[in-house]
């Protein structure tokens, strides 16, 4: 599978083992309390945890140089939800944003879900990640649900807004 978006010439892929050092250093460069509760991550660290996890991500490159991903997965293991995939991670590199990969990786994304069955996309963002927000919104997903105050981050409760894209239009 390779997408190519014709303004920025980047192409998406399936992500290789040799990806992980660009990826956990894109990680580390965009991680803000904006846009995760997780803590920082150490530049150095291992980005991939399993051969799932390298199956399941799909790399933005441009020239060899990889500047995004996308992280697709089940959202549950139970096999009641097997029709739901999940976006559970989505990054830019800084210096590649505002060119609209992040659209095309999450177009990507769906592609993918669709291939694999899905009928469903999910994801979790930030209540404050406006940016984010307004990107999912204009790739068609809807907010579902909030969950007030989850997140305790500098002081302050943070929304976890759910939302979801529906494959069978």
């Known amino acids: 599978m390779s997408r190519t978006s014709e303004e920025t010439h980047v192409q998406v892929r399936p992500a290789g083992e040799a990806d992980g050092a660009g990826l956990a250093e894109i990680d580390h460069l965009t991680w803000s309390p904006v846009v995760t509760p997780a803590p920082r991550w150490a530049a150095d660290k291992q980005f991939f945890r399993d051969a799932d996890h390298v199956r399941d991500t799909l790399v933005a490159h441009e020239g060899g140089l990889v500047v995004g991903y996308v992280h697709?997965?089940?959202?549950?293991?139970?096999?009641?939800?097997g029709h739901v995939q999940m976006v559970s991670g989505l990054a830019v590199h800084p210096d590649h944003q505002g060119r609209r990969i992040g659209r095309l990786l999450l177009r990507a994304a769906e592609a993918e879900a669709r291939r694999r069955g899905a009928r469903r996309i999910t994801l979790r963002v930030l209540g404050g990640n406006t940016c984010a927000r307004a990107l999912y919104v204009s790739c068609g997903y809807r907010i579902?649900?909030?969950?007030?105050?989850?997140?305790?981050?500098?002081?302050?409760?943070?929304?976890?807004v759910l939302m979801a894209l529906d494959l069978t239009d």
Do not use: I
């Open 144 to 160: 579902e649900g909030v969950l007030e105050g989850e997140f305790l981050l500098g002081g302050r409760y943070v929304d976890d």
């Open 72 to 81: 697709l997965e089940r959202s549950t293991l139970c096999p009641a939800s």
